[in-house]
């Protein structure tokens, strides 16, 4: 059974940080690509940034810079720190992997970023 719990979010100002964390179970992990993606209220979900099994990144135009995806394998985890935070980061963040053609998602985990 493939799991992700992700963790890490919060409340914090403008011009803040926050690491999320995502731990996933079930699944050869370092063979996998991840991504973070995020729903803001009354918003489609957006990719933010993706990592593949060999290391290579890829950010959304509106956190290029200011954010950084990486992975851990061995302890099955993938990170996101979030950097310069605005209130446009305001969303819940979800971590994805996908295997056999299905995407797996987490439940998310809400950031907030407000003065």
């Known amino acids: 059974q493939v799991q992700l719990v992700e963790s890490g979010g919060g409340l914090v100002q403008p011009g803040g940080s926050l690491r999320l964390s995502c731990g996933v179970s079930?699944?050869?992990?370092?063979?996998?690509?991840m991504g973070w993606y995020r729903q803001a209220p009354g918003k489609q979900r957006e990719v933010v940034a993706t990592?593949?099994?060999?290391?290579?990144?890829m950010y959304s135009d509106s956190v290029k810079g200011r954010f950084t995806i990486s992975r851990d394998n061995a302890k099955n985890t993938v990170y996101l720190q979030m950097n310069s935070l605005k209130p446009d980061d305001t969303a819940v963040y979800y971590c994805?992997?996908?295997?056999?053609?299905?995407?797996?998602w987490g439940k998310g985990t809400l950031v907030t970023v407000s003065s």
């Open positions: 079930g699944i050869f992990f370092s063979s996998k690509a």
């Open positions: 990592i593949t099994s060999d290391y290579t990144t």
């Open positions: 994805k992997t996908a295997r056999g053609g299905v995407d797996y």
